[in-house]
Structures are given as structure tokens and as C-alpha cells.
């Protein structure tokens, strides 16, 4: 069974960098592509990020693209996603996803979710 585990979350300031991990106590999910999303207060969960089961490809939407990385840890049981130039636009909670897919970016095709970690960036 996977079971993901997000840390990392905070309050920050505007302009700062913060990573979130996001861990597997359960199985190894080497074998999953891994994604990041985003659910705002008031709004829909959205796609933050993705990347492929081997780690060489990923992908970003719009509003974080150039300013977040996502990665996957050295033991493969972890993916990261760096957050730079953070922006008070960027608060919401935050959850990361696993899927059979190859580098998914639609909710539906995640199968195993964390509970998120909340960030909070204040002005």
C-alpha cells in the first residue's frame, strides 16, 4: 500500500524559498509518476506539478513554472517540490499524489493522495 506524507509547509514571507517533501511510509513508489496540487481557501483543488516515474521529465502550470521544481528524492521513496519567489497567491494547502500514469496532471489519474501541508505566505 502507498501512504504519502507531506512536510515542509509554513508561514513565510513573500519573496522567500520553501520545499516541501513529501514521503512514502508505506511500499516504495518508484514505480508511480508523482504530482504536486494546490487547493486555495474558497477554491478547487488545482495541478501544481509533475514528474515521470524515472525522474527525467516533468511538467508545471503556468503560475509556478520557473519559479517551482519538483524532484524526486535520492531513494526514490520522495518527491520534493522546491518553491522560490513564493507569493502570497501561492497559499493554499498543498498535496502530493501518486499515479500509474506517466506524467499525469488531472486529479483523476492520481490514485494515492497525502493529507497536505498547509502554506501560508504572507505580504
Given at each position: 500500500q502507498v501512504?504519502?506524507?507531506e512536510s515542509g509547509g509554513g508561514l513565510v514571507q513573500a519573496g522567500v524559498s520553501l520545499t516541501l517533501s513529501c514521503a512514502n511510509i508505506g511500499r516504495t513508489f518508484s514505480s508511480f509518476a508523482m504530482g504536486w496540487f494546490r487547493q486555495a481557501p474558497g477554491k478547487?483543488?488545482?495541478?501544481?506539478?509533475?514528474i515521470t516515474k524515472s525522474g527525467d521529465s516533468a511538467e508545471y502550470s503556468s503560475s509556478v513554472k520557473g519559479r517551482f521544481t519538483i524532484s524526486r528524492g535520492d531513494s526514490r521513496n520522495t518527491a520534493n517540490l522546491q518553491m522560490n519567489n513564493v507569493k502570497p497567491e501561492d497559499t493554499a494547502v498543498y498535496y502530493c499524489a501518486a499515479s500509474p500514469g506517466d506524467i499525469p496532471t488531472r486529479e483523476y489519474e492520481y490514485h494515492y493522495w497525502g493529507q497536505g501541508t498547509q502554506v501560508t505566505v504572507s505580504s
Amino acid at each position: 500500500q502507498v501512504q504519502l506524507e507531506e512536510s515542509g509547509g509554513g508561514l513565510v514571507q513573500a519573496g522567500v524559498s520553501l520545499t516541501l517533501s513529501c514521503a512514502n511510509i508505506g511500499r516504495t513508489f518508484s514505480s508511480f509518476a508523482m504530482g504536486w496540487f494546490r487547493q486555495a481557501p474558497g477554491k478547487e483543488r488545482e495541478f501544481v506539478a509533475a514528474i515521470t516515474k524515472s525522474g527525467d521529465s516533468a511538467e508545471y502550470s503556468s503560475s509556478v513554472k520557473g519559479r517551482f521544481t519538483i524532484s524526486r528524492g535520492d531513494s526514490r521513496n520522495t518527491a520534493n517540490l522546491q518553491m522560490n519567489n513564493v507569493k502570497p497567491e501561492d497559499t493554499a494547502v498543498y498535496y502530493c499524489a501518486a499515479s500509474p500514469g506517466d506524467i499525469p496532471t488531472r486529479e483523476y489519474e492520481y490514485h494515492y493522495w497525502g493529507q497536505g501541508t498547509q502554506v501560508t505566505v504572507s505580504s
